[in-house]
């Protein structure tokens, strides 16, 4: 089945990773929600792409701007969630996605995030939800930013298993280390090497060490000898991020499994256009 993944919700449309994108993700017609997961000071996992507080996204916890050179001074390992949820990641909109509706939100735990999924689509009879979650992590900022790779994966899976959804999830990370990780912690959960480079694709899988369920390079790296790769390996192509309707109907012609979207709707129309064919 061809899945559809809602970049950080729908960042073209609500402000990214927050509730309202993921409940709006939901209602344009998702399978997964993508999301980015950091650790705060009181090990929570927190839905956030950067460890700290990108100024063109957030205001500061007393409500100033913030700049490229004052922002990582806001480091979410090092406050707690409690103080996370006071700060305004929304009001600003997005520079970049004109689209976006600015409004007033907070950056959630996954925790909380699960809860309300959850709950909004019982309450509404649609289909459960799945999740896709980013492990943000460079093996440099270990004890700076975030844990290391085996702390820091042991806390998303934990809490996985704890809300029953590690069946309906994906574990998905740039990052070897985590990647190994949690093949060991969790050989059942379906796991997404990410990759931006120009190696192929069976360099990158021998380099992981294992053939993970899914690969997700960026998409502008998807050719034939790719697909031609990943088919011989019962392997899955999700790439990120596409977002130009050209684009999306070239890789879905092409064969990959799902998309990572900032637009997901646009993904929902050149399938029904598709199929309309």
Wanted: glycine share 4%; with cysteine.
């Amino acid at each position: 089945m061809f899945t559809i993944h809602g970049h950080r919700g729908c960042r073209g449309y609500l402000p990214e990773n927050t509730i309202p994108a993921f409940y709006k993700a939901i209602d344009m017609g998702c399978h997964y929600l993508e999301m980015d997961v950091v650790v705060t000071q009181d090990k929570e996992i927190l839905v956030s792409h950067e460890p700290w507080l990108n100024h063109e996204i957030c205001q500061s916890p007393d409500g100033k701007p913030l700049s490229p050179e004052t922002e990582k001074h806001y480091n979410l390992y090092q406050m707690t969630y409690e103080q996370i949820k006071k700060i305004d990641c929304g009001s600003l909109g997005h520079p970049r996605f004109p689209q976006q509706r600015p409004m007033r939100t907070y950056k959630p735990s996954l925790r909380d995030t699960i809860d309300a999924m959850e709950t909004y689509t019982q309450q509404n009879g649609l289909l459960p939800i799945a999740y896709n979650i980013e492990v943000k992590r460079l093996p440099e900022d270990d004890g700076i930013f975030h844990p290391n790779a085996e702390e820091f994966s042991t806390l998303i899976i934990d809490i996985l298993r704890e809300k029953k959804v590690l069946n309906r999830a994906i574990f998905q990370s740039f990052d070897i280390e985590c990647m190994q990780v949690a093949h060991q912690l969790a050989p059942e959960l379906t796991l997404s090497f990410l990759v931006d480079n120009a190696k192929s694709a069976a360099e990158n899988i021998q380099e992981l060490g294992f053939m993970p369920p899914i690969y997700g390079p960026y998409f502008q790296q998807i050719d034939a000898a790719m697909m031609q790769y990943a088919n011989a390996n019962n392997l899955k192509v999700i790439p990120w991020t596409v977002n130009q309707k050209a684009d999306i109907h070239r890789l879905i012609e092409m064969g990959v499994a799902g998309l990572i979207s900032d637009y997901p709707d646009r993904v929902v129309q050149a399938l029904q256009a598709l199929r309309k064919k």
